[in-house]
């Protein structure tokens, strides 16, 4: 291409619809299309509703997310799809979406396990960062509150990226989050206090080895974003608060 630039000048944003089948979202037919999955390379796509879809389109996702990349197999070979992208998705905590609120909802604990489970545990595992959002009140909404603007906010990014780039130079990766295990002993390294923060919630959370290697790549990020060159206490502190639906969506 002239100048080395690609034919998409933007990032991607695909959202289907809760239908959608596992071969619309992988992509395939007699000749072989990309799917949702690939369409969002190197972009964000995001699942609202995440347990109206269907078990076996969720569960396609899994290995996508994992590898990059998607492959399709028919009679005369196979074929690979790029799928690096970002996965964002929304979901009600219980069936109503009241759950919290002991003056609306009234949805069974049968109810809600039913709901929850319809999400697997290895496809939860591979979410980075959970965040519940509670209700808010009129008087909330009344408050006006001048927070970090978007700006500022990008400004942190940018910055972050640049020193993720410049540390991984050598290594053929850009970004935290391609670190490999034995890359995340050498740049996640953590201290006595630290690792003992992580032992505790490792035990008491049931955490998965997947679950912790996240951890430790998400903090090195929230490290980043502070222009911090150790993940101290309060960095992995606030990305433990991110995996408690590992906990509460797998009872």
């Known amino acids: 291409m002239r100048n080395k630039n690609s034919l998409i000048r933007t990032r991607p944003f695909r959202s289907p619809h809760h239908t959608i089948s596992a071969s619309a979202l992988t992509g395939g037919g007699r000749i072989p299309k990309p799917g949702e999955i690939s369409l969002s390379h190197h972009g964000v796509l995001f699942l609202d509703e ?66 929850r489970s319809k999400i697997s545990g290895p496809l939860l595992v591979r979410i980075d960062i959970m965040v519940e959002m509670p209700g808010v009140s009129y008087e909330d909404l009344e408050i006006v509150e001048q927070g970090e603007s978007s700006s500022n906010i ?28 034995a890359q995340i002993e050498k740049y996640c390294a953590l201290g006595p206090k630290e690792k003992e923060m992580l032992k505790q919630a490792f035990t008491r959370l049931d955490l998965s080895a997947r679950a912790y290697h996240k951890i430790l790549k998400v903090a090195r990020t929230v490290a980043d974003l502070a222009g911090s060159e150790e993940i101290t206490l309060p960095h992995l502190a606030e990305v433990l608060q991110y995996r408690s639906l590992d906990r509460k969506y797998l009872l």
Do not use: W
């Open 50 to 115: 995440l347990p109206e879809f269907q078990r076996a389109a969720l569960e396609i996702m899994r290995q996508p997310l994992e590898d990059g990349q998607v492959t399709i197999a028919r009679v005369n070979g196979t074929l690979t799809f790029p799928s690096d992208f970002m996965l964002v998705a929304a979901m009600n905590p219980c069936p109503c979406g009241y759950l919290g609120d002991g003056n609306k909802c009234h949805c069974s604990m049968n109810e809600i396990i039913r709901y």
């Open 154 to 181: 990008k400004e942190r990014v940018l910055t972050a990226h640049e020193i993720q780039l410049k540390r991984y130079q050598k290594e053929g990766i850009y970004f935290n989050a391609q670190l490999s295990a």
